[in-house]
């Protein structure tokens, strides 16, 4: 069946440090690919998709190619800050489909 | 443009009760789906709402159903609430429906739900 596999967390990071969140899927097809970030309180946010082999996705200075041949979305951020501290979940959406399938989420926290 | 909303944002309710959640999609949305998210999981797909009609659904029990209104805001309700009920009952909306390469979904803040 389809599914998301997130690195586990927690991540704790230093203020500026390189961010890397593994992300690998199971899915028929070709499946889109979200990064989805959720501040303490707060609902998801869409951080960055792609929708293609190839494609890269970017946002806020967050990264993602989808590697169709290593089947990973992988969330990559050159220097962190404290306020990107939050949990990040990795998702798909099949072609046709209605839902998106989520991870199990990873917590990211940076400190100064 | 107004986002997606929900209410309550909180809830307490005791088991075997009945709970309605509330969503207003965003402006120009009119496809609205639910997730549940339990403590430290990632959200899970209840079911979505086309056209005020069910398209597409999860493996949820039957006590969980909703509604979509002509202004495609929409309702979860559940019954006969169990403990494990408890969440963060997220709304998300899209534009798009059946078998159209929907667009990305967007989610409201959440209603926390207790069930004591």
């Known amino acids: 069946g389809d599914s998301v596999t997130q690195m586990e967390g927690p991540v704790t990071l230093s203020e500026e440090a390189f961010l890397t969140i593994n992300c690998t899927y199971t899915a028929t097809g070709y499946p889109s690919l979200f990064w989805y970030v959720q501040y303490p309180g707060e609902g998801l946010q869409l951080l960055l998709k792609?929708?293609?082999?190839?494609d890269k996705g970017s946002n806020k200075g967050f990264e993602a190619t989808y590697r169709k041949e290593t089947t990973s979305f992988h969330l990559e951020k050159g220097s962190v800050q404290v306020s990107d501290s939050a949990v990040y979940f990795c998702a798909l959406r099949k072609p046709g489909a209605n839902n998106l399938f989520f991870g199990t989420g990873t917590r990211l926290t940076v400190i100064p | 443009e107004t986002g997606v909303t929900q209410s309550p944002t909180h809830l307490i309710k005791t088991r075997g009760q009945q709970v309605t959640l509330r969503c207003s999609s965003q402006s120009g949305h009119n496809t609205v789906s639910w997730y549940q998210q339990a403590l430290g999981q990632g959200p899970q797909f209840i079911f979505q709402?086309?056209?005020?009609?069910?398209?597409g659904r999860g493996n949820f029990p039957p006590r969980f159903s909703g509604l979509q209104f002509p202004n495609y805001s929409s309702e979860l309700n559940v019954n006969a609430l169990e403990l494990d009920d408890s969440a963060l009952y997220l709304c998300?909306?899209?534009?798009?429906?059946?078998?159209?390469?929907?667009?990305?979904?967007?989610f409201g803040p959440g209603t926390r739900l207790l069930v004591l």
């Open positions: 792609a929708t293609k082999a190839d």
């Open positions: 709402y086309y056209r005020e009609e069910e398209n």
């Open positions: 998300a909306s899209s534009r798009g429906g059946a078998g159209s390469n929907q667009e990305t979904q967007y």
